[in-house]
């Protein structure tokens, strides 16, 4: 059974085969385009679930393209992948209603995330979101003191996200509604920044917070074996939380700290050199 229909656009051919190479024997069906008007004559020809497209082409970027295939297909979930993004082209990403964002080099992991996100998304249209229980009357009036206090500053999204994230620990889409809404902006866009920025999150923590790096040199050196020891130790998925909700397991894209890889970071304490066999002892201290 195919999971999901996936077309890949970017120029380097090594990162369309590595997209192959990924999602393929994961049950998704993935064309390749090399060009950005490849992509859009094969968009023309089949239907997709998601995009993946760099962002600095030949010809076409990234950008023009997605604005073309949003003409095509306004619902379609986009997924940017680029090696060095700017300012103003995460800003014309983001207002293209992208989904997310890889970097270059990106781990199989992550892309197979990013991936499943899309199919989820897909698949639950507009489905109710649930009760969240931080979400109080209390928090709400809160977040309005929040805002208040950066309103009618230029580029107050980011520091209004910074401390809403504080209060409420993480930034549920109830949370990013009220703030769209009293910064009178589209939901799309406060959503866009918070999934493109890695310290944001959209998922409760624990009292402890344990992030794994998944930088490729992370990954070479066993980032993800350390992975499931810890998941298999905690008993917790990536992205979940303990039953007790002692600890919150989640990895990150890279945490700048290659020479001491793999890197484990609990809370703000970053532990280098890391042991896959000994993860578990690491949170000891923790208990």
Known sequence: MVKGNILAVDDEQIILRSCERILSPEGYKVDTATSAREGLDLLGKNNYDLIITDIKMPEMDGIEFMRQVRTKNPDINIVVITGYPSQESIKEALSLRIIDYL???FSPIHLLEVAGHAMELKKKGAAPEPHVEDYTDEVAAKLDAIIAKYK???????????????????????????????????????????????????????????????????????????????????????????ADKSFSLETVRCLGACGLAPVVVVDKDTHGSVNPVKAMDLLKEYE
């Not at 310290?199 to 070479?220: D, E, I, Q």
């Open 103 to 105: 970097p270059k080099p």
């Open 152 to 242: 009618n500053k230029p580029g107050s999204l980011i520091p209004v996200l910074q401390e809403s994230q504080e209060l409420v620990g993480y930034l549920p889409r109830v949370v990013q509604r009220h703030i769209a809404k009293n910064l009178k902006i589209p939901v799309s866009e406060v959503h866009g920044v918070v999934s493109f920025y890695s310290f944001f999150t959209m998922k409760p923590k624990g009292k402890h917070n344990v992030r794994v790096c998944l930088g490729t040199a992370c990954y070479v050196k066993g980032a993800e074996e350390i992975i499931k020891k810890l998941s298999g130790g905690l008993k917790v998925e990536v992205g979940g939380i303990t």
